[in-house]
């Protein structure tokens, strides 16, 4: 008796333990690897992740280090301006410096203090710049893992504590709490109106002692450092106010724009037309002659009259 063919001709061979029916169509090569590139994805996402983590916290170190620097040198430097008499602008008695109990020739103080100093707010400046830069791409990064807002919140609040970076991460609801509006006073009072104030209380301190090329340098000094506040803080501040703040605390940020514009051409005039000596040419324009006819008493200061030889 003939043995029958196992596989007939024109019959495709059947699976072993395949019951009929089942689908035994082989897997794709995309629809196999679509987990194992999902995962790989995740992974390069989480390193690059912490990779600009470590980026923030190293220029955050480097900010807050010479954050307290300027203003150790501002307060140093405030004490030393403050502890200036008049007896010692007319007779033109050196300067003591405290601590350092160092002697300095009083014009070449004035002079060169406020340049000192206006450096020094500059390359501060520059680290938030940087350092904002640096924020401004974490921020990116973890909107780009597709998160909820609050795994978002917590991502962020991983970064270091200075206030500049938690002002510029901090959580999406952080702008309503007490804490957010301190960040800002710091923030503003030690970055933006201490070091100009400071500045114009150096003219004015030097004020008496009539030398007009030296009080013009103190008034450029002054100009230049709120053009640069500006130039830099408007691009500091330009993420969280375009991209995650909200609306009303973006309509706040710009009502405090709009204030501190008056407020640097209040402190321009007040340099350039009010704090004047009489023997400059801008002590006859009208604002200070105003102030001048309704003032009992001379205004800022006594003039010095005469400087013994």
Do not use: C
Not at 30 to 51: C, F, N, V, Y
Not at 129 to 136: A, E, I, T
Not at 282 to 300: A, D
């Amino acid at each position: 008796m003939a043995e029958r063919p196992s596989n007939p001709a024109g019959t495709p061979p059947s699976p072993r333990n395949e019951a009929p029916g089942d689908d035994v169509r082989p897997r794709r090569d995309g629809e196999a690897s679509i987990g194992g590139t999902e995962s790989a994805h995740a992974a390069a996402q989480a390193e690059d992740l912490d990779k600009v983590r470590g980026a923030v916290v190293g220029s955050a170190d480097m900010a807050r280090n010479v954050w307290v620097l300027f203003l150790s040198f501002g307060t140093y430097l405030a004490i030393a301006v403050g502890s200036v008499t008049h007896r010692q602008l007319l007779f033109e008695e050196p300067i003591r410096l405290p601590l350092l109990n160092v002697e300095l020739p009083l014009v070449a103080f004035f002079l060169v203090a406020p340049l000192l100093f206006l450096i020094f707010h500059i390359y501060l400046l520059m680290h938030l710049k940087l350092m904002s830069d640096k924020v401004q791409h974490y921020n990116e990064v973890v909107r780009e893992l597709g998160l909820d807002r609050i795994t978002e919140d917590h991502l962020r609040l991983q970064l270091p504590d200075f206030m500049f970076v938690q002002y510029l991460a901090e959580p999406s609801e952080g702008w309503k709490s007490l804490m957010h509006w301190l960040l800002v006073l710091v923030a503003w009072l030690t970055v933006i109106a201490g070091p100009v104030i400071l500045l114009l209380v150096i003219q004015l301190q030097f004020l008496p002692y009539h030398d007009v090329v030296i009080t013009w340098i103190q008034r450029v000094i002054i100009f230049i450092d709120i053009i640069l506040l500006w130039w830099f803080w408007l691009r500091i501040a330009a993420e969280r106010r375009q991209a995650r703040a909200p609306t009303l605390e973006r309509a706040l940020i710009g009502l405090s724009f709009v204030i501190g514009a008056v407020i640097s051409v209040g402190l321009i005039g007040f340099s350039f037309l009010i704090a004047v000596s009489p023997n400059e040419y801008l002590y006859g324009n009208w604002v200070n002659q105003n102030i001048q006819t309704k003032s009992k008493k001379p205004f800022l200061f006594r003039p010095i009259k005469q400087r013994p030889t």
